[in-house]
């Protein structure tokens, strides 16, 4: 696989097909600048990630999704928001939050953006001792992952829908589950089972977050079965996350204009009986999981 802006995109399975090179601009609707909107230590992803020093997160703007109760719908939304920046530059802030103490570099919904993440892996790589990990929405090619092979050491996918009918009603693509299990096969067959350093820490893995919806315990519990019946759950950690809040700034039709309640939660977490890994829960306690209280 190519890695250019100036073929036609097949750069996540939305394929469109434009010459981004050219002016034309595809769902995501990112041109050939990687603008992103933040660059820092970021405490709130599970512990293995963010561990005591914080994770040196970079956020991307634009999103090859867009999903439509998007919690960062700001900077999802407009590609062309934040801080423009080339292959150069983003090496060099890899290279600064590492200085800074990160546990590893998390570049944050990249894959629009891939040809200059690559570049910019190229220049850093070498220098980086700690891993990369790559944040995704779980809508990737297996080609990208594929090319992606040498750079990333932890894959953090979400799984958000198991079905084409939820994926539908949710605003996504009816192919994302086929997409986003083919992916998340392809990065455990690359990484191998999860390994751990001496402090805890994630050096080489696959964690698959998914989101528990308002109205989507069923939704969430299909999704947990496909997953189960497409990877060995023993070689993955799976982070079963509540955050979810409606965005103020979105008008949304019911369920989604509500929180989620402690019984769809603890539904969602039943289903998870196949895995072990990380939840967000207040209320309930399993042995499996370990809590994560706060993800900001
Ligand atoms: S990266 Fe953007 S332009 Fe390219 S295929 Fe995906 S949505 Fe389309």
Redo the contacts with the bound molecule.
């Keep these: 696989m190519e890695l250019t802006y100036s073929r036609p995109?097949?750069?996540?399975?939305?394929?469109?097909?434009?010459n981004?090179s050219a002016g034309e601009?595809?769902?995501?609707?990112?041109g050939t600048t990687a603008h992103i909107a933040r660059a820092g230590l970021h405490f709130g992803e599970e512990p293995p990630i963010s561990g005591t020093r914080g994770s040196g997160t970079i956020f991307f703007c634009g999103c090859?999704l867009r999903c439509p109760f998007c919690q960062n719908h700001r900077i999802s939304r407009d590609a062309d928001a934040g801080q423009a920046v080339d292959a150069v530059e983003l090496a060099e802030l890899m290279l600064q939050l590492q200085a800074q103490g990160a546990h590893n570099i998390n570049l944050v919904t990249a894959?629009?953006y891939l040809p200059t993440v690559l570049a910019a892996l190229d220049r850093a790589k070498p220098q980086l001792r700690i891993p990369v990990v790559y944040n995704c929405g779980g809508y990737e090619s297996t080609e990208t992952v594929a090319a992606l092979t040498d750079y990333v050491d932890v894959w953090l996918p979400d799984l958000k829908y198991g079905t084409a009918d939820a994926a539908l009603r949710r605003g996504a693509p009816a192919d994302y589950p086929e997409r986003a299990l083919g992916a998340i096969a392809a990065m455990v067959e690359q990484t191998g089972a999860p390994v751990f350093d001496a402090d805890g820490m994630l050096r080489r893995g696959v964690i698959v977050r998914h989101l528990v919806l308002p109205g989507g315990r069923r939704d969430s519990a299909a999704a947990l079965a496909a997953l189960a019946a497409r990877v060995d759950p023993a070689m993955i950690r799976l982070s079963l996350m509540r955050q979810y809040t409606p965005p103020s700034a979105l008008t949304l039709p019911p369920p989604l204009n509500r929180r989620l309640t402690s019984f769809e939660y603890d539904t969602a977490l039943a289903a998870a009986a196949p895995f072990v890994g990380y939840m967000q829960s207040a209320d309930s306690a399993d042995e499996r999981f370990v809590p994560v209280w706060d993800r900001g």
């Design positions: 995109c097949t750069l996540c399975p939305r394929a469109c097909g434009v981004r601009r595809g769902f995501c609707r990112a090859t894959t629009h």
